[in-house]
C-alpha cells in the first residue's frame, strides 16, 4: 500500500486533534483521515456514554423504588376499593338504575374483572361469579375445559387453569409446591412459545419478495468489504503483535501491560472489531513512543474504517436505547436527549401523572362511600368515552 506523507511526534500532534490515529499536521492529512479522526472520537464519546448509562439506570431504579411504585400501589388499593364499592351498589341495589345503565356497569366490572384476574386471582374471582349470568358462566367454564384439553393435547399434562392462577398461598411452602406442580407444564410451554416466535419469524423472512439487482450488488460489495476488513486487521495485528509481545519483554511493569493489551488485541481481532484494534494501536504508540506502528493505508481504505466506524457508533446507540427504553419507566420516553437531568425532569412528570390518577381514584372512593348514587355520576362519564 502506498506510505502517507511524514508524521510528526504524538506530542506535537495532540495539540491540535485529541489522540488522533493518523498524526500529522493538519495540512498534511486528507480528507479521508480527517473523517476518521472525527469518526473515532465520536465513537469514543458513545462508548463514554454507554458507560453512563449504567449510572442513569440506577438513578431510575431509585426513583421507580421509591416514588413511582409506592403511587402504583397506592392506585391498585384505591382501584380494588372502588371496584368492591361498585359491586356492592350494584348486587345489593343500593339505587335505583335504569336496564341499560345496570348493564353497562355490569360489563364494565367484568371487563375489569377478566383484566386483572393475573393481578389477584381470588378476588376477582369471587366478583366475577357474582356478576357473570347463568349462560355467560356456563359459556367461560365450558371454554376454560376447552382450553385444558387442548393444553392436555399438546403438552401431555393435567392442567387446571384456575388452579394454575393462584395467587392466595398459605405460606412460602404451599407456593413452592404450587410452583412445581406446574413447573415441567410452564417450562414445555415457554419452550413452545419461543419456538412459535421462531417459525414465524422465518416464515415471514422467507416469505419476502425476490431480491433485487441493487440489493444483491450491496451484498456483494459488504462481502467484499469484510474480506478486505480481514486483511487490514490482520496486517494491523502482526505489526502490533511485533511491538508487544510480552515474551520478548524484559521489563516486569512493561511486560504486564504488554500482556494485558495482546489480550485485548487477541480479542479484538478474533471478533473484526477494527475500531477496538485502531484504539489498541493509539495505546501502543503511547506505551512506546519510540517505536510508533508502521502501518499506513490509502484513502479507500480508511474511507471503509470510517463506514465500519460508523457503524459501530449505531450499534452502540442502539445499545444505549436498549438499556434505557426496555425499563418500564422510560418505555414512553420521548425527549431527544439521553441525561441525568433530562430523565431527572421525566421521572417528576411521571410521578406527577401518577400522583393526580391516585387522587382521582382516592376522591371517587370517597364520594362512592358517602353518596351511592354518585355512581350515576361515574355511568355517565364513562359513557361518554
Given at each position: 500500500?502506498?506510505?502517507q506523507?511524514?508524521?510528526?511526534?504524538?506530542?506535537?500532534d495532540?495539540?491540535?486533534?485529541?489522540?488522533?490515529?493518523?498524526?500529522?499536521?493538519?495540512?498534511?492529512?486528507?480528507?479521508a483521515?480527517?473523517?476518521?479522526?472525527?469518526?473515532?472520537?465520536?465513537?469514543?464519546?458513545?462508548?463514554?456514554?454507554?458507560?453512563?448509562?449504567?449510572?442513569?439506570i440506577?438513578?431510575v431504579?431509585?426513583?421507580?423504588?421509591?416514588?413511582?411504585?409506592?403511587?402504583i400501589?397506592?392506585?391498585?388499593?384505591?382501584a380494588?376499593?372502588?371496584?368492591?364499592?361498585?359491586?356492592e351498589?350494584?348486587?345489593?341495589?343500593?339505587?335505583?338504575l335504569?336496564?341499560?345503565?345496570?348493564?353497562f356497569?355490569?360489563?364494565?366490572?367484568?371487563?375489569i374483572?377478566?383484566?386483572?384476574?393475573?393481578?389477584?386471582?381470588?378476588?376477582y374471582?369471587?366478583?366475577?361469579?357474582?356478576?357473570?349470568?347463568?349462560?355467560?358462566?356456563?359459556?367461560?367454564?365450558?371454554?376454560?375445559?376447552?382450553?385444558?384439553a387442548?393444553?392436555k393435547?399438546k403438552f401431555?399434562?393435567d392442567?387446571?387453569?384456575?388452579?394454575?392462577?393462584?395467587?392466595?398461598?398459605?405460606?412460602?411452602?404451599?407456593?413452592?409446591?404450587?410452583e412445581?406442580?406446574?413447573r415441567?407444564?410452564?417450562?414445555?410451554?415457554?419452550?413452545?412459545?419461543?419456538?412459535?416466535?421462531?417459525?414465524?419469524y422465518?416464515?415471514?423472512?422467507?416469505?419476502?419478495?425476490?431480491?433485487?439487482?441493487?440489493?444483491?450488488?450491496?451484498?456483494?460489495?459488504?462481502?467484499?468489504?469484510?474480506?478486505?476488513?480481514?486483511?487490514?486487521?490482520?496486517?494491523?495485528?502482526?505489526?502490533?503483535?511485533?511491538?508487544?509481545?510480552?515474551?520478548?519483554?524484559?521489563?516486569?511493569?512493561?511486560?504486564?501491560?504488554?500482556?494485558?493489551?495482546?489480550t485485548?488485541?487477541?480479542?479484538?481481532r478474533?471478533?473484526?472489531?477494527?475500531?477496538?484494534?485502531?484504539?489498541?494501536?493509539?495505546?501502543?504508540?503511547e506505551?512506546?513512543?519510540?517505536?510508533?506502528?508502521?502501518?499506513?493505508?490509502?484513502?479507500?481504505?480508511?474511507?471503509?474504517?470510517?463506514?465500519?466506524?460508523?457503524?459501530?457508533i449505531?450499534?452502540?446507540?442502539?445499545?444505549?436505547?436498549?438499556?434505557?427504553?426496555?425499563?418500564?419507566?422510560?418505555?414512553?420516553?420521548?425527549?431527544?436527549?439521553?441525561?441525568?437531568?433530562?430523565?431527572?425532569?421525566y421521572?417528576?412528570?411521571?410521578?406527577?401523572?401518577?400522583?393526580?390518577?391516585?387522587?382521582?381514584f382516592?376522591?371517587?372512593v370517597?364520594?362512592?362511600?358517602?353518596?351511592?348514587?354518585?355512581?350515576?355520576?361515574?355511568?355517565?362519564?364513562?359513557?361518554?368515552?
Open positions: 500500500m502506498p506510505k506523507k511524514p508524521k510528526i511526534t504524538a506530542e506535537q495532540r495539540s491540535e486533534v485529541n489522540e488522533i490515529v493518523w498524526k500529522g499536521a493538519g495540512s498534511n492529512r486528507t480528507k483521515q480527517q473523517e476518521f479522526n472525527d469518526a473515532l472520537n465520536k465513537h469514543r464519546e458513545t462508548q463514554n456514554r454507554v458507560r453512563d448509562v449504567e449510572s442513569l440506577a438513578l431504579n431509585q426513583k421507580y423504588m421509591n416514588e413511582v411504585i409506592p403511587e400501589e397506592k392506585q391498585k388499593s384505591y380494588k376499593k372502588r371496584f368492591s364499592l361498585i359491586c351498589i350494584l348486587i345489593e341495589e343500593k339505587i335505583s335504569g336496564k341499560s345503565q345496570r348493564e356497569i355490569r360489563r364494565f366490572l367484568l371487563d374483572c377478566f383484566e386483572s384476574l393475573n393481578e389477584d386471582f381470588d378476588f374471582q369471587n366478583y366475577l361469579e357474582l356478576l357473570e349470568t347463568k349462560s355467560e358462566r356456563m359459556e367461560r367454564i365450558s371454554k376454560k375445559k376447552r382450553t385444558e387442548q393444553l393435547k401431555g399434562l392442567v387446571d387453569l384456575d388452579d394454575l392462577h393462584r395467587t392466595d398461598f398459605s405460606d412460602e411452602e404451599e407456593k413452592k409446591a404450587h412445581e406442580k406446574y415441567e407444564f410452564r417450562e414445555k410451554f415457554e419452550e413452545y412459545r419461543s419456538k412459535f416466535y421462531e417459525d414465524s422465518r416464515d415471514d423472512q422467507g416469505k419476502g419478495k425476490k431480491k433485487s439487482k441493487a440489493q444483491l450488488e450491496k451484498e456483494r460489495k459488504i462481502i467484499d468489504m469484510e474480506k478486505l476488513l480481514s486483511l487490514d486487521i490482520n496486517v494491523l495485528f502482526k505489526n502490533l503483535a511485533k511491538l508487544i509481545h510480552p515474551d520478548k519483554e524484559l521489563d516486569p511493569e512493561l511486560r504486564a501491560k504488554k500482556s494485558q493489551l495482546m485485548s488485541l487477541s480479542g479484538a478474533d471478533n473484526m472489531n477494527i475500531a477496538e484494534i485502531l484504539e489498541i494501536k493509539m495505546q501502543v504508540d506505551l512506546i513512543p519510540n517505536h510508533q506502528t508502521e502501518v499506513s493505508f490509502n484513502d479507500s481504505t480508511i474511507k471503509r474504517f470510517v463506514s465500519i466506524l460508523k457503524n459501530k449505531r450499534d452502540l446507540e442502539q445499545t444505549i436505547a436498549n438499556r434505557l427504553f426496555s425499563h418500564p419507566l422510560l418505555e414512553d420516553y420521548q425527549g431527544k436527549n439521553v441525561n441525568a437531568d433530562s430523565i431527572k425532569k421521572i417528576e412528570k411521571i410521578v406527577k401523572e401518577n400522583q393526580h390518577i391516585s387522587n382521582a382516592a376522591k371517587e370517597e364520594n362512592l362511600e358517602k353518596n351511592p348514587k354518585f355512581l350515576k355520576d361515574m355511568i355517565r362519564e364513562l359513557q361518554s368515552f
